[in-house]
């Protein structure tokens, strides 16, 4: 079975700050990771994803994150906020061999001009 | 090309009443799936198809829901005899391979009066 915990639901940063958010992950086999993005309005579009290649993915927009085993984290950051980035964003988990995406709760980001 | 397109992007019902969401992938992928998303909550799986072959429905929460895809393309999530608690967004998503590259649709928000 697989899970993921988003740590902080409400996430605020100043516009040129660091943007770090949390995800941990729970999975009885090797894991694919993803970090989704959802602007209002809009549906999900995928910001990266660990397919068990490099353990540093990089994203659109400047994001990133850093898959640890031994931690069972996925953060997901960017070095330089933008007014832009402000949304919710969502960790998720599948098994590999799995189909189906286990979501967080989500994180609402939101950047301070 | 075209996204994935799901209809009617907002549906108001009243309780007891039937409601059919449609969900149109994008063009050759063998893979759709269905979450449904509560308010301040990540996407929960529902169910997912292979061409027209329903592999995994272990996330309809009753008999109320069922979905189909007849012809292994445009896939409609029914709920039966509609109630306050399915309010939601339902989110469709599909896939030319796995897991791994979900495209997600818009959603079809559904408000049980």
């Known amino acids: 079975a697989q899970s993921v915990t988003q740590l902080g639901s409400h996430v605020s940063v100043s516009e040129g700050a660091l943007v770090l958010l949390r995800c941990n992950y729970s999975?009885?086999?090797?894991?694919?990771l993803f970090w989704y993005v959802q602007y209002p309005n809009q549906g999900l579009q995928l910001l990266l994803k660990?397919?068990?290649?490099?353990?540093l993915v990089k994203g659109i927009n400047g994001f990133e994150a850093e898959f640890k085993k031994s931690e069972t984290s996925f953060h997901l950051t960017k070095p330089s906020a933008h007014m832009s980035d402000a949304a919710e964003y969502f960790c998720?988990?599948?098994?590999?061999?799995?189909?189906?995406?286990?979501f967080g709760q989500g994180t609402r980001l939101t950047i301070n001009p | 090309g075209a996204g994935v397109s799901q209809s009617p992007r907002y549906k108001v019902t009243k309780r007891g009443q039937d409601v059919a969401l449609r969900c149109d992938p994008i063009?050759?992928?063998?893979?759709l799936y269905w979450y449904r998303q509560a308010l301040g909550q990540g996407p929960e799986f529902l169910t997912y198809?292979?061409?027209?072959?329903?592999?995994?429905k272990s996330g309809l929460p009753n008999d109320r829901f069922s979905a189909e895809r007849p012809e292994g393309s445009i896939s409609t999530l029914t709920i039966q005899r509609t109630e306050q608690r399915d309010s939601a967004m339902y989110r469709c998503?599909?896939?030319?391979?796995?897991?791994?590259?979900?495209?997600f649709g818009p959603g079809t928000r559904l408000l049980v009066l």
């Open positions: 999975s009885s086999v090797p894991p694919y």
């Open positions: 998720a988990v599948a098994g590999q061999g799995a189909q189906k995406l286990v």
């Open positions: 063009s050759g992928h063998v893979s």
């Open positions: 660990y397919t068990s290649a490099a353990t």
């Open positions: 998503a599909s896939s030319p391979t796995g897991p791994e590259t979900q495209y």
């Open positions: 198809f292979n061409y027209e072959a329903q592999q995994d």
